[in-house]
């Protein structure tokens, strides 16, 4: 039995012992079938050691008889100090092949040791795709109070973190934030990593190149990013009536569309026709503006921005463009930007794997898929100044910054427009679709020690040679064998040991000196009254 638990997943003490359609044993119920298993064994050995012990007992009084004492002996597993030959062998071998039985439990209890391991649910459990707290009429708020839209942008950027932590390795894919509570089957703290999720509609970003131009920005250009800098009213990169660039960190930046800049109130239907409807689907494909800021700390009395050196969270990296559009006190605004030729939307995945309870990742690279207009795409991408500033000041997921400038430009748009869809469809889409999930369930792998096991196996043969040698030594001294010692003990008569003794003979305990004199003693068969105990002398 042991040997076939070789490789068991034993399922945890926190999960369904039904798993696939089949019952799961765990640990504590293989313990305890091992328990029970060795008892009976144990209970079996222990009758058949009673049989040779009593038969050991019985052939040596016949020949060559034995002192009362070392009767004892004997039925406590030990071989008496008698000449080894004929009977005397005989019994010697028996106890010898019998005697280890008593011990060795401990080498198939201790046989089995227990991994960490994982199993696949073949059985699909229902996962609600969408948040059950999503709210249209919180959609409706969001258009005319930009503290409504300031919630989604902090939401947004802890989605990012979430998706992006340090615990995962970014591999290009897409990625989405599902619940934390799926059915019945999965955990309260989510699905189990590397579990696997079903059409699965995520966003998605492709982000074909990203080239930093070695001219100087445009009028446009600089005026946006001049008034984000400077927080001004008619800052049109913040849709939060927040400056994204206004907080002078390294590494802060921006994405927009120069000519689809709706500024923090545009681009809203009128209050009096707005209904509260999920909005049109839409892709994002075409050439965008990043601007990355490198630095908030040069002084005015050095050369502009053109001497940074490692001033900087990208270190002595040389820029094909660097301008400032601001002087704040003793220091300027240095920043860089890039032109991004991207495509933005909603893809669906066939196959998508948990990377941590609460997040999935497409099993293909965000160049395999196909990117589809979706609702949410265009709105998150007039989130994506405030979603990516604040993200970046998070400074909660393994962004490259030494060195990788464009790297860390291309992660943190991917990032940003990720945690700002899902922060939107999660907050207003009501969604009551479900996704089937495969869990990959954590299982406590039985590692069984072939060596123990085969060890116990060679030692509890030795039973099998017991018999064997029981049955030919029988044979040899031309007896029977003693199937019931206790009740063959009752019938042999002692008699003549009574009459030697007399009075000082106790049969309720035999002290030595009782023993020395009564000398050896042996089995005498009679033909008709059985067999007798009688002094050898």
Same mark, same amino acid.
């Given at each position: 039995?042991?040997?076939?638990?070789?490789?068991?997943? *034993?399922?945890?003490?926190?999960?369904?012992?039904?798993?696939?359609?089949?019952?799961?044993?765990?640990?504590?119920?293989?313990?305890?079938?091992?328990? *029970?298993?060795?008892?009976?064994?144990?209970?079996?050995?222990?009758?058949?050691?009673?049989?040779?012990?009593?038969?050991?007992?019985?052939?040596?009084?016949?020949?060559?008889?034995?002192?009362?004492?070392?009767?004892?002996?004997?039925?406590?597993?030990?071989?008496?100090?008698?000449?080894?030959?004929?009977?005397?062998?005989?019994?010697?071998?028996?106890?010898?092949?019998?005697?280890?039985?008593?011990?060795?439990?401990?080498?198939?209890?201790?046989?089995?040791?227990?991994?960490?391991?994982?199993?696949? =649910?073949?059985?699909?459990?229902?996962?609600?795709?969408?948040?059950?707290?999503?709210?249209?009429?919180?959609?409706?708020?969001?258009?005319?109070?930009?503290?409504?839209?300031?919630?989604? %942008?902090?939401?947004?950027?802890?989605?990012?973190?979430?998706?992006?932590?340090?615990?995962?390795?970014?591999?290009?894919?897409?990625?989405?934030?599902?619940?934390?509570?799926?059915?019945?089957?999965?955990?309260?703290?989510?699905?189990?990593?590397?579990?696997?999720?079903?059409?699965?509609?995520?966003?998605?970003?492709? +982000?074909?190149?990203?080239?930093?131009?070695?001219?100087?920005?445009?009028?446009? +250009?600089?005026?946006?990013?001049?008034?984000?800098?400077?927080?001004?009213?008619?800052?049109?990169?913040?849709?939060?009536?927040?400056?994204?660039?206004?907080?002078?960190?390294?590494?802060?930046? %921006?994405?927009?569309?120069?000519?689809?800049?709706?500024?923090?109130?545009?681009?809203?239907?009128?209050?009096?026709?707005?209904? /509260?409807?999920?909005?049109?689907?839409?892709?994002?494909?075409?050439?965008?503006?990043?601007?990355?800021?490198?630095?908030?700390?040069?002084?005015?009395?050095?050369?502009?921005?053109?001497?940074?050196?490692?001033?900087?969270?990208?270190?002595?990296?040389?820029?094909?463009?660097?301008?400032?559009?601001? =002087?704040?006190?003793?220091?300027?605004?240095?920043?860089?930007?890039?032109? %991004?030729?991207?495509?933005?939307?909603?893809?669906?995945?066939?196959?998508?794997?948990?990377?941590?309870?609460? %997040?999935?990742?497409?099993? /293909?690279?965000?160049?395999?898929?196909?990117?589809?207009?979706?609702?949410?795409?265009?709105?998150? /991408?007039?989130?994506?100044?405030?979603?990516?500033? /604040?993200?970046?000041?998070?400074?909660?997921? #393994?962004?490259?910054?030494?060195?990788?400038?464009?790297?860390?430009?291309?992660?943190?748009?991917?990032?940003?427009?990720?945690?700002?869809?899902?922060?939107?469809?999660?907050?207003?889409?009501?969604?009551?679709?479900?996704?089937?999930?495969?869990?990959?369930? #954590?299982?406590?792998?039985?590692?069984?020690?072939?060596?123990?096991?085969?060890?116990?196996? *060679?030692?509890?043969?030795?039973?099998?040679?017991?018999?064997?040698?029981?049955?030919?030594?029988?044979?040899?001294?031309?007896?029977?064998? +003693?199937?019931?010692?206790?009740?063959?003990?009752?019938?042999?008569?002692?008699?003549?040991?009574?009459?030697?003794?007399?009075?000082?003979?106790?049969?309720?305990?035999?002290?030595?000196?009782?023993?020395?004199?009564?000398?050896?003693?042996?089995?005498?068969?009679?033909?008709? =009254?059985?067999?007798?105990?009688? #002094?050898?002398?």
């Amino acid at each position: 039995m042991v040997h076939a638990l070789n490789g068991y997943h *034993a399922v945890s003490p926190d999960s369904d012992r039904r798993a696939s359609g089949h019952y799961k044993l765990r640990v504590s119920d293989i313990t305890t079938l091992i328990s *029970a298993a060795l008892t009976v064994i144990k209970i079996i050995v222990g009758a058949w050691t009673g049989i040779i012990l009593w038969n050991s007992v019985f052939i040596l009084l016949e020949r060559p008889g034995m002192q009362v004492n070392q009767v004892q002996q004997v039925l406590t597993f030990y071989i008496p100090p008698l000449r080894k030959t004929g009977s005397v062998l005989l019994v010697s071998i028996l106890l010898l092949l019998v005697i280890p039985q008593q011990l060795i439990s401990p080498l198939l209890s201790g046989a089995l040791d227990w991994g960490y391991g994982w199993e696949f =649910q073949r059985d699909a459990i229902q996962v609600q795709s969408g948040d059950p707290a999503a709210s249209p009429i919180n959609w409706f708020w969001y258009y005319y109070s930009s503290w409504v839209r300031a919630g989604t %942008v902090r939401r947004a950027a802890a989605y990012a973190s979430i998706a992006w932590d340090n615990s995962t390795l970014d591999r290009g894919h897409c990625r989405h934030i599902v619940n934390d509570l799926g059915g019945s089957a999965a955990s309260k703290y989510g699905s189990a990593v590397n579990s696997t999720a079903a059409n699965v509609v995520m966003p998605c970003i492709r +982000i074909d190149s990203i080239d930093f131009p070695s001219s100087p920005p445009s009028t446009e +250009i600089w005026d946006l990013v001049h008034a984000s800098i400077m927080n001004e009213g008619n800052d049109r990169l913040t849709r939060v009536e927040d400056g994204p660039l206004a907080y002078g960190t390294d590494g802060d930046g %921006v994405l927009f569309d120069v000519n689809d800049r709706p500024s923090q109130h545009g681009n809203f239907p009128p209050q009096g026709s707005f209904e /509260m409807d999920v909005p049109s689907p839409y892709r994002k494909s075409g050439l965008m503006t990043a601007v990355i800021l490198i630095t908030s700390l040069q002084p005015l009395n050095g050369k502009n921005c053109t001497d940074i050196g490692d001033q900087s969270i990208f270190g002595p990296t040389r820029y094909n463009n660097i301008f400032s559009t601001k =002087q704040n006190g003793n220091y300027y605004y240095c920043t860089t930007y890039a032109v %991004v030729n991207l495509t933005a939307g909603i893809a669906v995945s066939p196959i998508s794997t948990y990377v941590t309870p609460r %997040v999935v990742e497409a099993s /293909m690279n965000a160049s395999q898929m196909e990117i589809l207009p979706g609702p949410w795409v265009q709105e998150a /991408m007039y989130l994506m100044p405030d979603v990516m500033s /604040m993200f970046s000041q998070m400074n909660s997921t #393994p962004l490259p910054t030494w060195g990788n400038l464009e790297d860390y430009t291309s992660k943190l748009i991917r990032y940003s427009y990720q945690g700002a869809w899902d922060a939107l469809s999660r907050s207003y889409e009501p969604n009551t679709s479900s996704i089937p999930v495969h869990l990959y369930e #954590p299982r406590q792998v039985a590692i069984v020690s072939h060596t123990r096991v085969y060890a116990w196996l *060679a030692i509890s043969l030795l039973v099998q040679v017991s018999c064997f040698v029981l049955l030919v030594g029988s044979r040899l001294l031309k007896r029977e064998n +003693i199937l019931d010692g206790n009740l063959s003990a009752l019938l042999t008569d002692p008699s003549a040991l009574y009459e030697k003794m007399g009075e000082r003979f106790n049969p309720s305990f035999i002290e030595p000196t009782i023993s020395e004199k009564l000398g050896t003693i042996y089995l005498q068969r009679e033909d008709e =009254q059985g067999y007798r105990l009688i #002094p050898k002398d």
